[in-house]
T-cell receptor
Framework: GENVEQHPSTLSVQEGDSAVIKCTYSDSASNYFPWYKQELGKGPQLIIDIRSNVGEKKDQRIAVTLNKTAKHFSLHITETQPEDSAVYFCAAITTGTASKLTFGTGTRLQVTL | DSGVTQTPKHLITATGQRVTLRCSPRSGDLSVYWYQQSLDQGLQFLIQYYNGEERAKGNILERFSAQQFPDLHSELNLSSLELGDSALYFC?????????????FGPGTRLTVL
């Protein structure tokens, strides 16, 4: 089955700096890669996603890049703000009729003033 | 607010007991997913239902079972509970079970087994 590795496990940046979280996946058949943000006491919330036929996608301060050959994808957050502090999960979906998300282990991002 | 509701918010029970977690998907969503989040295992997919039928199974124990009812709400039943079953249980829903669909997560049920 799919295996998703995520690094780093914790990340501390100063407000205004950029943050980068990286994930690798094992199943070359995976072709959809969402990123979720989980705030304390809440469920994961989708913040951006990318399909395997796209190399990069951007939404305001958030961008995701995908390298299919290397089987890795990254989340980039620019101009970080304190409200970006949360746990971020990458995920990959195996092909087929069922969308079975395999999550990375999470990155705890702390944005300090 | 994702539109997915889960009850109860917290549940405390003893080993060997049985509990039922409930999930109501977003209006119009036919697919329901259950996930377990624990400190040592992270977020793990348990099972998926689509329009009342089981669609996919993940790392779900035999002591656990789920179902989706005609009104599309779903229940996750956990029996013969063990200390290690203490975790956050999330339900998510989506409009269809295919690829590229966004899954909306509920706020979760925190289960504590004493």
């Amino acid at each position: 089955g799919e295996n998703v590795e995520q690094h780093p496990s914790t990340l501390s940046v100063q407000e205004g700096d950029s943050a980068v979280i990286k994930c690798t996946y094992s199943d070359s058949a995976s072709n959809y890669f969402p990123w979720y943000k989980q705030e304390l006491g809440k469920g994961p919330q989708l913040i951006i996603d990318i399909r395997s036929n796209v190399g990069e996608k951007k939404d305001q301060r958030i961008a995701v890049t995908l390298n299919k050959t290397a089987k890795h994808f990254s989340l980039h957050i620019t101009e970080t703000q304190p409200e970006d502090s949360a746990v971020y999960f990458c995920a990959a979906i195996t092909t087929g009729t069922a969308s079975k998300l395999t999550f990375g282990t999470g990155t705890r991002l702390q944005v300090t003033l | 607010d994702s539109g997915v509701t889960q009850t109860p918010k917290h549940l405390i029970t003893a080993t060997g007991q049985r509990v039922t977690l409930r999930c109501s998907p977003r209006s119009g969503d036919l697919s329901v997913y259950w996930y377990q989040q624990s400190l040592d295992q992270g977020l793990q997919f348990l099972i998926q239902y689509y329009n009342g039928e089981e669609r996919a199974k993940g790392n779900i124990l035999e002591r656990f079972s789920a179902q989706q009812f005609p009104d599309l709400h779903s229940e996750l039943n956990l029996s013969s509970l063990e200390l290690g079953d203490s975790a956050l249980y999330f339900c998510a829903s989506s409009s269809d079970p295919g690829l590229y669909n966004e899954q909306f997560f509920g706020p979760g049920t925190r289960l504590t087994v004493l």
